[in-house]
């Protein structure tokens, strides 16, 4: 009798948990622009993520293609085709705005992943870096972080400031 109880409290939790899922999903995809890639975005994302918080990033191409690539290596399914047209529909509707540069002493580790392409574990590397080691002054303290890769600090080094 009770695991049958536990069983049904736990049933009725991750339908209502569904349900607002759900609800969630329709009200973004209800505000989302028409046009090519829209649908993809619908199927492909929102399995996984709250679409409105997700597009509220607002990347430039180059950001919206590093997050379209982490989440495949995260497991995202579709085809190649639904990837290029999200990349589109994404880089269309939900860009940035020329974004300001980058400052890497004031920046979240949500910044980081998003701005320079890090994994969370790479970001969280870097405010630790700088929580013990104080404010970086240059590039090239940037890359003493431990586990950073160089490549993408260096890829958006116009983009930094210290």
Not at 51 to 78: Q, V
Not at 139 to 145: G, R, S, T, W, Y
Request: glycine share 6%; charged share 30%; with cysteine.
């Amino acid at each position: 009798m009770r695991s049958a109880t536990r069983l049904n409290t736990e049933t009725g939790r991750l339908a209502r948990r569904f349900f607002w899922l759900a609800t969630c999903a329709t009200l973004a995809a209800q505000q989302m622009p028409e046009g090519p890639g829209r649908e993809p975005v619908q199927r492909v994302c929102s399995g996984c993520h709250d679409l409105a918080r997700s597009f509220s990033l607002r990347m430039d191409r180059d950001g919206w293609k590093a997050e379209i690539n982490k989440m495949i290596g995260m497991g995202a399914s579709g085809s190649e085709q639904d990837f290029s047209l999200i990349l589109d529909y994404l880089a269309a509707n939900y860009s940035a705005d020329a974004l300001p540069p980058l400052n890497v002493n004031k920046a979240s580790a949500i910044d980081f992943e998003t701005r320079l392409s890090l994994k969370r574990s790479e970001a969280a590397a870097v405010i630790d870096y700088r929580t013990k080691h104080g404010a970086f002054k240059s590039i090239d303290d940037l890359k003493k972080v431990p586990g950073i890769d160089s490549a993408k600090i260096d890829a958006k080094k116009d983009d930094l400031v210290f």
